[in-house]
């Protein structure tokens, strides 16, 4: 199939490459000049696991161009997604000016029949704008469906190549034969391809995220109990988790969710909720829960180092908003560190991958090392805040002779305390005694 993605991000990227992968032509597209001459250039702008390989392939056999050009693209093509970004508004609803500006310039350069497919996260009902805002500017034919994008970052091309489900909603057969057809490759190991409404497709993918961040901010109220009453919320995730009606993901407590999707998924429910009068008050509750978490590290720092940490100097380990990304959009990492900076202590902060990305964030305000244990030098405290798995089992008499005070705050539960504190470490974690 001939295939246009307009918005070559995260989810673009990875789509376009899949697709690819699986023998269509696929253009993708970027208004982004400088993000087209990297992927040209045969370089990826982001870290994702698989990913290079998966596009380099791809391009050398000339299934993959990437270019500025919209027009050219949707000409040529059948099929075209749109994966721009859907960011917040102030008032927490989904901006939806990018998805409705690249659905106008796809319908002004229509030259026959097309599917335009909403890959974006879209509220309930925005394909219904999209086919207004395209039926405006065109005479030619065309269906729109919503194909929400359920992919993980860290592990973005696996899922796309093995997704749990696939979620079509289309109004009509024609396009809907067509999405079928487009995803057969990727569901031969019995995947379900799910046909609905396009209201329900958009709503499922918001549910979705919805639950898992409920799962994340409900764990971590029960670390915070568990901090009360000296219990350990280790032995109570396993016993609950086992109960297979719950089962163990997205159980683990630590200093909050972050990332471009949950945060804004979940303000963007709550908001077009109310919109049609209806008040989503759990997941309020999970919002408000997740920002106060953000803060626990930092408490915990208070109570140890008092409110001042004037000439401390505080390692960070992990700056991404989780492991095998290079993405820092809502990282918990960005308000610890300003805590730390408001408090007075000199930050030197290590990320296997997000070092460039936190430079444009902090500029000079803290220092990067190069290596984690670099990060150590003359420490007051290490604060472990993304599990990365090279934190995971460091070298812990190394760890001690580096720094200064042989002091660690563990923000994912990634050490076992009672070794850690054998080993002569003063050691805190979330909702662990
Ligand atoms: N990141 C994820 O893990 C993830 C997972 C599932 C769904 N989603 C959803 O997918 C969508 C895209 O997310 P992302 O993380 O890839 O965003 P992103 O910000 O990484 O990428 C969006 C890209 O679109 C480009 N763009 C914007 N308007 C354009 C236009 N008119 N023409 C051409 N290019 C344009 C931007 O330059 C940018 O490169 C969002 O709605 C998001 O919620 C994201």
């Not at 000016?97 to 996260?121: C, F, P, W």
């Not at 990320?351 to 936190?358: F, S």
């Amino acid at each position: 199939m001939k295939i246009a993605v307009i918005g070559t991000g995260y989810v673009g990227l990875v789509v376009g490459a899949c697709f690819a992968e699986t023998g269509n032509d696929v253009i993708c597209v970027d208004r982004d000049a400088v993000k087209v001459r990297t992927l040209r250039r045969g370089r990826i702008p982001i870290y994702e696991p698989g990913l290079e390989e998966l596009v380099r392939r791809n391009r050398v056999e000339k299934r993959l161009v990437f270019t500025t050009r919209l027009p050219e693209a949707v000409k040529r093509s059948e099929l075209v997604f749109i994966a721009v970004g859907t960011p917040t508004n102030e008032d927490g609803s989904a901006d939806l000016q990018h998805v409705l500006a690249a659905a106008r310039e796809v319908a002004r350069s229509m030259n026959g029949y097309k599917v335009i497919v909403d890959k974006s996260t879209v509220p309930a009902g925005t394909s219904e704008l999209v086919r207004d805002v395209i039926r405006r500017e065109t005479t030619h034919p065309f269906s729109v469906v919503s194909n929400p994008e359920f992919l993980k970052q860290g592990a973005a091309v696996e899922d796309f190549l093995k997704p749990d489900r696939v979620v079509i909603g289309a109004t009509d057969e024609r396009a809907a034969e067509l999405m079928i057809e487009l995803y057969r490759p990727f569901t031969r190991t019995g995947a379900p391809i799910m046909i609905m409404d396009c209201a329900s497709a958009e709503l499922a993918k918001y549910a979705a995220n919805a639950m898992l961040a409920t799962r994340i901010s409900f764990m971590n109220e029960v670390a915070n109990v568990c901090d009360r009453f000296g219990a350990d919320v280790d032995q109570v995730r396993r016993a609950v988790a086992s109960d297979r009606r719950i089962g163990p993901a997205f159980l683990f407590p630590g200093v909050g969710y972050g990332g471009s999707c949950f945060p804004k998924d979940v303000k963007a429910i709550v908001r077009f909720s109310a919109d049609r009068k209806y008040r989503f008050r759990i997941l309020e509750a999970v919002e408000a829960v997740n920002e106060s978490q953000k803060s626990r590290l930092l408490e915990k720092l208070d109570r140890h180092f008092g409110k001042s940490l004037k000439g401390k100097r505080i390692a960070v380990w992990g700056l991404s908003f989780k492991p095998r990304t290079d993405d820092m959009r809502e990282a918990p990492a960005i308000p610890t560190i300003e805590g730390l900076l408001s408090r007075g202590a000199r930050v030197t902060a290590f990320d296997p991958e997000a070092k460039d990305v936190a430079r444009r964030i902090f500029g000079k305000r803290i220092q990067y090392a190069p290596r984690a244990y670099d990060a150590l030098k003359g420490a007051d405290a290490l604060l472990v805040i993304t599990e990365w798995n090279e934190f995971r089992e460091p070298d812990f008499a190394k760890i001690k002779r580096l720094m200064r005070q042989p002091v660690i705050f563990d923000g994912r539960n990634i050490y076992d305390p009672a070794q850690i504190r054998e080993l002569g470490f003063t050691y805190s974690s979330i909702g662990r005694p």
